[in-house]
């Protein structure tokens, strides 16, 4: 697959690292590239992540699910990681979010003086106390369209898939949205089996292959229905096929993660040889 361009950056090809605990840690971004990712996208960045929470991840048959929310490093810490990244030309990509529109609004303004050249907005994380209850085309929109007038940085705004995607996909590109991320995790839920009580205490972020033709439909349909704007598709890629699959129904990249939580650097260099191996299918016309 030949090298693709998205929010201002030009990959060397269509496999990002998306955000998460593998990616708030410089050393390891810095070695998730060399490795051979087209982009890492940061663990996301927030003035004031919340405190006190039991932040934790449990593998499942298929997929897992986790309890974390934001990078705890910060928001100065931050800023000077990201200086050094654009000082080496990294294609690095800063998750961001607040707890206001002009909270996030100041954040993504701080982080194009670091250099930085490109932004995901992290405003659906269904672990947050609130979860995704509030996550309406006018909370996308509040958000999309403060983060615009303050810088002029390409963004991607990251949305779980579900009821009302579209109206929220409009609303992230009326308020000047760049591309969009589809999709974030999902509502789950696993029982353990010694005290027969919910997993992780209750309803989390559910990630892996089990969402993937889930994505994968909710991906066409964006096509078919007309949206043409850069999608960066995510959810149960593990292999060189299903990045293929991503592409196929409309994806203009792809980003992989939990997979990765199991040997890591290997996986990653894993799907981006197969990934390359592989030609362009039919469906891609779509785009």
Not at 169 to 189: E, K, W
Not at 199 to 217: Q, T, W
Request: charged content about 25%.
């Amino acid at each position: 697959m030949s090298d693709v361009d998205i929010l201002g950056l030009r990959l060397k090809n269509p496999v990002l690292v998306g955000s998460g605990l593998l990616t708030d840690q410089e050393r390891t971004i810095r070695k998730l590239l060399a490795t051979g990712a087209g982009a890492v996208v940061t663990k996301t960045i927030h003035p004031r992540p919340p405190t006190g929470l039991d932040e934790r991840i449990v593998r499942l048959p298929v997929g897992m699910l986790n309890s974390t929310t934001y990078s705890k490093r910060p928001v100065e810490h931050w800023l000077k990681v990201l200086r050094s990244f654009a000082d080496d030309d990294l294609p690095v990509i800063a998750s961001l979010h607040a707890d206001t529109p002009a909270e996030l609004g100041e954040l993504a303004a701080r982080v194009e003086r670091t250099g930085c050249r490109a932004l995901e907005l992290g405003i659906s994380c269904l672990n947050e106390e609130s979860g995704l209850e509030e996550d309406t085309p006018e909370r996308v929109l509040a958000y999309t369209s403060e983060t615009r007038a303050r810088t002029p940085l390409p963004f991607a705004v990251k949305l779980a898939i579900g009821e009302g995607l579209e109206d929220r996909v409009r609303a992230a590109l009326a308020g000047g949205a760049d591309a969009v991320t589809v999709s974030d995790t999902i509502s789950g839920a696993a029982v353990a089996a010694d005290t027969g009580e919910l997993e992780l205490g209750g309803v989390f972020g559910y990630s892996g292959p089990g969402i993937k033709p889930l994505v994968l439909a909710a991906v066409w349909r964006l096509r078919r229905r007309g949206f043409d704007l850069p999608v960066l598709g995510c959810g149960g890629i593990a292999s060189g096929r299903d990045v293929a699959d991503y592409l196929r129904v409309g994806a203009t990249v792809t980003q992989v993660y939990t997979a990765l939580h199991t040997d890591m650097y290997a996986t990653l260099d894993r799907i981006v040889t197969e990934s390359a191996a592989l030609a362009p299918g039919p469906l891609e016309a779509a785009t």
